[in-house]
């Protein structure tokens, strides 16, 4: 049940960013709105299946948030990169896999290298998990520096794969997430000795991180994707406004959770 919850708070954090930077373009419905909602209440019972994070305790919860939260982006991520038929003149940088602007159309081809990526992923996280069985002889601070990181560096090529050849490379843009990454890397490493656990929870609040700086502290400014282009449903931009006592209140539970980590009991790499 708790898992549950904890699913459905993701999702619905990641939902309300989602829609908040959307809706003025693209309008508003509560099927797509709910996606992400119903993807993390799937996804974070399977989550705890598989890892059994102990959600009794707050450590192992403010954790488990950050995987879940990883895992719903990275499969819906994935779905609009590589599997979904849409129409991208909507957009100033597409959503769909492209090649400096131009959509690679070729359905079998994009299958087949999101099935790549896939894999380089896969292969990313099962090395996180083998340095698990290796003796380090360097500082913790070192070990959560190499696992704590490789979140943020896939998020940091992903993205400048994607943005870059139509927006521009900016070095501080680029360094952002493996920094952010290492930040949570560090936060999370007082609850866990999972590197895996580490490493996708850091990435989870990552994204969450800095998709709320870019929502909510340039409400203005279009997002990248939408650059130029036309505010087709300009009611939303004042019902959008509602929902975010919501989104507060879910960033306000897991930094409460966090604090209350700190003062109980708890057990990590340190």
Known sequence: MIALVIGLLAGVHTST?????????????????????????????????????????????????????AVE????EFYKTFLREEDQSKYFIPMQFHVKGKV????????????????????????????????????????????????GWISAFGGAWKDAPLEGFELLKFFRSPVIAFIYALILANFTDQYLFICVGALGYTVA???TYKTFFFPSKPRGKFAGKPVFYPEMLKRRQKFVPLY?????ATLTTLVIAFLTPHRGLW
């Open 17 to 69: 960013w989602g829609m908040y930077k959307d809706s003025p373009h693209e309008g508003f419905t509560y099927r797509k709105y709910f996606r992400s909602t119903v993807i993390g209440a799937i996804v974070a019972p399977v989550v705890w299946l598989l890892t059994r994070i102990d959600l009794t305790q707050a450590g192992p919860m403010v954790v488990f948030f950050g995987f879940t939260y």
């Open 248 to 252: 507060v209140a879910i960033w306000a």
């Open 209 to 211: 991180t800095i998709e």
């Open 104 to 151: 690679v159309q070729d359905r079998g081809r994009r299958l087949t290298i999101g099935a790549l990526y896939l894999l380089g992923v896969v292969a990313a996280m099962a090395g996180v998990y083998g340095l698990q069985k290796i003796e380090w002889n360097v500082s913790g601070l070192m070990v959560v520096l190499c696992i704590g990181t490789v979140g």
């Open 73 to 76: 982006r990275a499969i819906l």
